[in-house]
């Protein structure tokens, strides 16, 4: 059974840093694709961030610059770095894998394309 657990969340004001991690069990980390996404009320999920197997990431326009997505695979562990947060980074962020290790630039970042889901945590900003 493959669990997604998301850790990290909180309250920082703008301009501040925030650091998510994610550990993921019940595959083997390593050959999947794995990324971020946010939530905020009321609209879709919309793709952060990705990291597939060789490494390579992909981020969103709104985020190209502050955020960084790292892996551990030894830890199965995501993470991302949010630096430079603004009050529209506000969202419920979860951490997400694909049910394989690279998706092609057209699928990246899209929700559709990921199979395993967290539960989320809560990223709030404030001006």
């Known amino acids: 059974q493959v669990r997604v657990m998301e850790f990290g969340g909180g309250s920082v004001q703008a301009g501040g840093s925030l650091r998510l991690s994610c550990v993921v069990s019940?595959?083997?980390?390593?050959?999947?694709?794995v990324g971020w996404f946010r939530q905020r009320p009321g609209q879709d999920h919309e793709g952060v961030a990705d990291?597939?197997?060789?490494?390579?990431?992909s981020y969103a326009d709104s985020v190209e610059g502050r955020f960084t997505v790292t892996r551990d695979n030894a830890e199965n562990s995501l993470h991302l770095q949010m630096d430079n947060l603004k009050a529209e980074d506000t969202a419920m962020y979860y951490c997400?894998?694909?049910?394989?290790?690279?998706?092609?630039?057209?699928?990246?970042?899209?929700?559709?394309?990921?199979?395993?889901w967290g539960q989320g945590t809560q990223v709030t900003v404030s001006v």
């Open positions: 019940g595959l083997t980390f390593s050959r999947f694709c």
């Open positions: 990291i597939d197997s060789d490494g390579e990431t």
């Open positions: 997400a894998a694909a049910p394989e290790g690279r998706l092609t630039p057209s699928r990246s970042l899209r929700p559709e394309e990921y199979i395993y």
